[in-house]
């Protein structure tokens, strides 16, 4: 059995908690730690068996019957936690950016080196199921060489400003996920981006330094071209798909959608929105990625997403960023770590 400690319980780290309970046995959650700590968050806690609820996160750390941290707290506080708790011979799952900074996310690779630790990063969209159906088309040569790929990423509705001034930028915080996913469907790194994008949604979001639409093009290593397009946006719901075309064919997924009831009728042939965000739409893979992780402590294997996973995504955000501005493309190489 690993012993969980859970450090941050904001919106994120409630679903681990919850996921863990509810659905992984081989785990249970013994602690949980937030700054903001309050009585009902404690009386939420107590009623998933969870006793031990501080405001001091170091009270987990110290804690020699916890196996494992999940870090679900703000992401300036990810890379550091992350070394305090590979220094107390913890375990991580850490949210995704291990950490704006790519110093940052070194400094916590270099305490990681030599240690006998799992380290595992939260790109949950790996452990989708029609994602992953994508990618065992690819990897077993389904559609020959793969040579497009479209990834299409936009949000039912922009985030509160408060959140956008920390967040990072779109290219951080939204199209992280979908750098991520790029490498991962067609196993490749990234060699060049290029970038257009613009304020469009929500003028508050350009007021901060912030851009809510883009157009990414991509060369990838393997010589697949890629195109992202996000959205901050989509009145219709949480829009989630990919395609890729290859030498052999085409793979592509849609919309996980309430039901795939159509109604037609006088007025119309009408059907369902798609699933009406992240929460709804990846909640089977957050429990997948958390059932991952602690197979991987329980078998002593590596984990499917780790640090490198990481910092890979965070240099392809910085490229983006300098692209961009810069109005040109940029290869990866020119982001020095």
């Given at each position: 059995?690993?012993?969980v400690g859970i450090i941050g319980v904001g919106r994120i780290g409630r679903l681990h908690t919850e996921n863990i309970c509810y659905n992984v046995p081989?785990?249970?959650v013994v602690s949980i730690a937030d700054p903001f700590m309050s009585e009902d968050t404690e009386k939420w806690a107590n009623n998933l068996g969870i006793t031990k609820c501080y405001k001091d996160y170091n009270n987990i750390l110290n804690d020699k019957e916890v196996d494992a941290v999940f870090i679900c707290s703000s992401t300036n506080t990810h890379a550091p936690i992350s070394i305090e708790a590979i220094e107390a011979h913890k375990h991580v799952f850490c949210e995704k950016p291990v950490d704006l900074s790519i110093e940052k996310i070194v400094e916590v690779m270099e305490?990681?080196?030599h240690k006998d630790i799992k380290y595992q990063v939260g790109f949950n969209r790996r452990f989708d199921h029609n994602f992953k159906a994508v990618r065992d088309a690819v990897a077993n040569n389904k559609i020959g060489d793969p040579h497009i790929m479209r990834i299409t990423s936009r949000d039912p509705a922009p985030p509160p400003i408060?959140?956008?001034?920390v967040s990072g930028g779109l290219f951080?915080?939204?199209?992280i996920h979908d750098f991520d996913m790029a490498r991962y469907l067609v196993d490749s790194d990234v060699k060049e981006i290029f970038v257009q994008a613009d304020v469009l949604v929500d003028d508050a979001i350009?007021?901060?330094g912030d851009v809510d639409t883009a157009i990414v093009s991509m060369k990838m290593e393997n010589g697949t071209l890629a195109i992202i397009e996000n959205s901050r946006k989509a009145v219709y719901g949480y829009d989630q798909r990919?395609?890729?075309l290859g030498s052999q064919g085409m793979v592509g997924t849609k919309n996980d959608l309430p039901s795939t009831a159509v109604i037609s009728n006088e007025n119309g042939v009408t059907g369902e929105k798609p699933l009406h965000f992240f929460l709804e739409r990846y909640m089977d893979s957050f429990k997948k990625e958390v059932i991952a992780f602690v197979d991987a402590i329980n078998n002593d294997t590596p984990v499917p997403v780790d640090i490198n996973d990481g910092l890979k995504s965070v240099i392809i955000g910085m490229?983006?960023?300098k692209s961009l501005e810069e109005g040109r493309p940029v290869k990866i190489s020119e982001i020095k770590l």
């Open positions: 059995m690993i012993r081989m785990a249970k305490v990681l080196k408060e959140y956008v001034k951080l915080d939204m199209t350009g007021e901060v990919v395609e890729i490229a983006a960023k």
